[in-house]
């Protein structure tokens, strides 16, 4: 009988403690303002130039923002500061990819990878351009049906949106006597440093379709392949939590 006593009254001091250390944790858990959006999308063009034929699901883009609401008086709008991280990419189903440096006609023009000598016995399997940026959204107003339960409630958000280049470069997959690589050459390969578009968010709850839309253009003036003046648009859809 003591022993059981005694097997009982650990159990319970036991229990006790893991409840006071999950009460503590609960005490000490950061309650951070605003919320975070991960945006996942496909990635289209615009004017595209020769040789820059995109691939659907390769062609993809992921956000990692941070939005900080402020209501907009009693009204059901709110005023939605942001910004965060966008890693895009394009995946060309040719195999094209951009040179290492700019061509003698003044451009970064697409070329064929078997034209560069250290690819004249290979075989490819993917070439993708990769840009990386910092985005901030200075403009983003949101409509809410139930502001005071945004975890249920319809909204529709517009905002704009500006960028600068982090980093960028070429992947090119490839095969050569059996042996499998991965050659990447990083640097700007004529992309625009700089950019800005407009966006909107349509959902319920934590849950959000989005469309941004690049109204500068891809590559910067008069160094993209044959100068061309490409423009970029993102559609897919969002979750955000906290």
Known sequence: MFKRLIVVALALTISGS????????KAYKPDIPGFFLIDFGLNSVFSSPQYFTKGFWG???LNLYYHYPVPIGNSKFSYNPGGGFSFERFKLTNNYTLPQQI????YFDLINPNTLAAFSNASFKKSMIVSNYFDIMPLEFRFDTNPKDVSRSFNVAIGG??????ESHTKIKYSEN???GVYKDKQLHGLNQFRYGA??????GNFNFFGFYNISPYFAPNKGPAATIMNTMTIGISLNGL
């Not at 409840?19 to 944790?25: C, M, N, T, V």
């Not at 061509?103 to 003044?106: I, K, L, T």
């Open 178 to 180: 059996g042996v499998n």
């Open 18 to 25: 893991l409840s006071a250390q999950e009460k503590k944790r």
């Open 199 to 204: 966006y909107t968010r349509i959902g319920i």
């Open 161 to 166: 949106r500006v960028g600068v280049l982090m």
């Open 103 to 106: 061509q003698a006609d003044g």
């Open 59 to 61: 062609s993809r883009t």
